[in-house]
């Protein structure tokens, strides 16, 4: 399976690492590809456990779950920052995400805001990093990065599907679905 992020790896290869917490992404861009991911797969948690400390409680796992859930998140297209600073505690990324609710396709456009911040290491995870590193890691912090928040670009209906018209999947070049040349019904529709 292509990773549903829009790169040319497997999801194995990708995103799936960030998401079972095998990797942790090194840039916010990473972040930003795992957390669509997440998205496209249903994984509520994961999502929630990337916001920055400071925008969880805003947050609830319920919620994230109910809107990824309520659409068919077809693709994703990263978006070049002009003037844009490589900061090492915080970091801009601008996005298309592309998705189909009750039978019309959507773009979602947002310059994020990330944050590289401390956090705790899960003691699930503490014993497993003690015996990698050969050293004790309790009550260990470590940084990584973190979504605040986003500036909504636009928010758009881009148009009502019919169930015999070419899904539109097949429009996007980064989309993961693999059923390609399909009418809607038969694809992203079902």
């Known amino acids: 399976m292509l990773c549903p992020c829009g790169s040319t790896l497997s999801f194995d290869a990708c995103c799936q690492l960030f998401i079972t917490q095998i990797q942790k992404p090194t840039t916010a861009e990473q972040l930003m590809r795992s957390r669509f991911s997440a998205y ?25 779950d109910d809107w990824s859930k309520s659409c068919v998140w077809i693709a994703l297209i990263i978006h070049p920052l002009a003037n844009s600073v490589n900061n090492t505690t915080e970091d801009f990324v601008e996005f298309s995400a592309f998705y189909i609710t009750n039978n019309t396709l959507c773009e979602l456009r ?14 699930k995870n503490i014993i497993a990093n003690a015996e990698v590193k050969g050293k004790s890691t309790l009550n260990s912090q470590v940084k990584q990065w973190r979504y605040i928040d986003g500036d909504i670009i636009a928010h758009s209906e881009i148009t009502s599907i019919k169930r015999n018209e070419l899904c539109p999947c097949n429009h996007y070049p980064t989309a993961w679905q693999i059923n ?3 009418k809607y019904k038969h694809c992203c529709g079902k």
Do not use: M
């Not at 456990?49 to 994230?64: E, L, N, P, R, W």
């Not at 947002?110 to 956090?119: L, M, N, P, V």
């Open 110 to 123: 947002e310059k994020s805001r990330f944050i590289f911040e401390a956090t705790s290491i899960p003691e």
């Open 40 to 64: 496209a797969l249903g994984n509520a948690q994961y999502i929630y456990d990337t916001y920055a400390k400071s925008s969880q409680a805003a947050q609830s796992v319920v919620d994230i």
């Open 180 to 182: 390609k040349a399909k």
